[in-house]
């Protein structure tokens, strides 16, 4: 067991999912199993597709399209299907979309994919009861997203195509889309060293320091600190208490962690060396962290409703905030709608100085489409389904499932830019992106500027990342504990953050901790990661 102490503990951090849930999307980590490197299915970029402005890499840069493509040639040559009836299960956030009746993007998708397409759609908070209903009843759809469910490995096995035969190495090649999906993703999707998922892509880089520049700028302050020192002196100087200002603040303290912890270069979730790993909780890094954190709150430079409102969007557009770590995808779902607010990236550098910060890495995957067993023609329909739903950016079916029919769900202003409709803006409500999803790019509507920005903010990050090394591996512990056992370590730290338990209980918290489950997730990892040799 280790021996905590004060500078061998780590605070928890919920990063993953306050990020995802900046995007509108709540996080939770996405359903995988072992990793399996010669079972991944080969990267063959689309060709075919409309070329980035700005390039990205392999490493995880994504890439940068300064206006949208004119062009919009076709990548799938056929209709995937001829006329047959297809079932589906998603999850949704927000307002359900029309009934099919009354759809016309619903329609003209059916049309596209030459199948009549059922979807089973259920709110995100109702999704593990129904889906447990649904597995219970025997009867699966065709197509069932997955983020993470008991014994998901077993289930699998029991009730769903394994996919191996169809993906791994060159057999993906009949599927064009989905071999242009990065391959890191495809690390989500593969459980007892076989293929069984469609990963639903996100971008590596999944949180952004943001920072108003207007803020900053007229304090004389760069956004790019030297050390953590000039860190804390950047957020003293933005705070000024009689103008009700501060320098940062969020729902609940965990985006500070996650920046700061970077800074420390705590592992991201877990940390590997010779097959032995160490969890955040477990981590000196972290220790620090909470130290800085818990300075920071005694010093008034957090937000002081952080511990007891989540309304960090709207301070830091107030101006109420001036640095905000949060999602990447904050930008497009909250940047572009202020155009008069100057935003920029803050770069966050090593603690004690020396460069970049280690950037926590994303998992580049939501979730996980999975497809019913059964007849391997119908198997392959779905795979071709979900390899239209997958068409890169700019190709003719990406541009039809993102705003359907120009002129009906979306028209095109002077510069060559789609725009939904109203009745576009509820009929393309339609979950499809969780069944099949292109690599994330960046692209800002209007806006080729904000492109460069976060293109060059992902180029220099993106060769500090740090991933995480449990990544690809199944712990049925953690499936069923984590979560649970990740909250009452939060309400811990917050409550040593605000002074309402001393920095000492922080060790009977981590034991509690590992007690509970957290040495069991770890005895579950590592013995994967010996079996990888």
């Not at 002081?304 to 830091?316: E, G, V």
């Not at 576009?424 to 492109?451: E, F, N």
Request: hydrophobic share 35%.
């Amino acid at each position: 067991m280790t021996r905590l102490t004060r500078r061998t503990l780590l605070g928890a951090t919920l990063g993953t999912a306050l990020l995802a849930g900046c995007t509108g999307e709540p996080g939770g980590t996405p359903a995988t199993g072992p990793t399996a490197g010669p079972v991944l299915p080969r990267h063959l970029r689309q060709d075919g597709a409309p070329a980035p402005d700005l390039p990205g890499d392999t490493n995880g840069v994504a890439d940068g399209y300064l206006a949208y493509p004119q062009d919009h040639p076709r990548s799938v040559p056929q209709p995937p299907g001829s006329g047959e009836s297809v079932s589906a299960m998603t999850m949704t956030y927000g307002p359900l979309p029309p009934a099919r009746e009354q759809n016309k993007y619903w329609q003209s998708i059916e049309a596209s994919l030459g199948i009549t397409l059922d979807i089973t759609l259920t709110p995100s908070t109702d999704y593990q009861e129904k889906l447990s209903a649904v597995v219970a009843s025997g009867q699966v759809p065709d197509i069932v997203q997955i983020q993470k469910f008991p014994k998901l490995p077993q289930l699998l096995e029991a009730k769903f195509a394994d996919l191996t035969e169809h993906l791994s190495g060159d057999a993906i090649k009949d599927y064009p889309n989905l071999a242009n999906l990065p391959s890191q993703v495809w690390r989500t999707s593969i459980f007892n060293n076989r293929i069984y998922g469609i990963p639903n892509p996100r971008m590596l880089v999944s949180n952004y320091v943001f920072a108003r520049k207007d803020l900053l700028a007229a304090k004389g302050l760069s956004l790019t600190p030297a050390d953590g020192a000039e860190f804390l002196e950047t957020c003293r100087a933005l705070t000024d208490h009689k103008k009700q200002q501060y320098a940062t603040g969020d729902g609940g303290s965990a985006a500070t962690l996650l920046a700061v912890s970077q800074m420390f270069g705590a592992p991201n979730e877990w940390r590997e060396e010779g097959g032995k790993l160490t969890h955040l909780y477990e981590s000196e890094e972290y220790a620090r962290t909470i130290e800085v954190v818990k300075g920071m709150w005694r010093d008034g430079v957090m937000h002081p409703n952080t511990f007891s409102a989540a309304t960090d969007r709207l301070w830091f557009y107030a101006g109420a905030t001036a640095i905000w770590a949060t999602g990447s995808g904050q930008w497009n779902a909250g940047v572009r709608d202020h155009p008069d607010i100057p935003v920029d990236l803050m770069v966050l550098p090593q603690w004690d100085g020396g460069g970049v910060a280690p950037w926590k890495l994303g998992t580049g995957s939501f979730s996980n489409a999975f497809i019913a067993a059964g007849d391997p023609d119908r198997v392959r329909l779905m795979l071709r389904i979900c390899n239209w739903l997958a068409a890169p950016f700019g190709t003719a079916e990406y541009h039809l499932r993102s705003y359907g029919v120009e002129g009906v769900t979306h028209t095109v202003n002077a510069q060559g830019e789609p725009q939904l409709t109203e009745s576009g803006k509820t009929d393309t409500r339609l979950p499809l992106s969780y069944l099949g999803q292109a690599p994330g790019v960046i692209y800002t509507a209007g806006r080729p500027d904000d492109v460069r920005r976060q293109h060059a903010y992902q180029k220099t990050v993106v060769p500090t990342g740090l991933a995480n090394p449990v990544l690809g591996l199944q712990s049925e512990t953690a499936d069923e504990k984590a979560t649970v056992l990740a909250r009452t370590m939060t309400s811990t730290i917050n409550d040593i953050l605000t002074d309402r338990q001393p920095f000492e209980a922080y060790a009977a918290a981590v034991q509690s901790w590992l007690q509970a489950g957290g040495q069991q997730m770890k005895d579950e990892y590592e013995e994967q990661l010996q079996q990888q040799g």
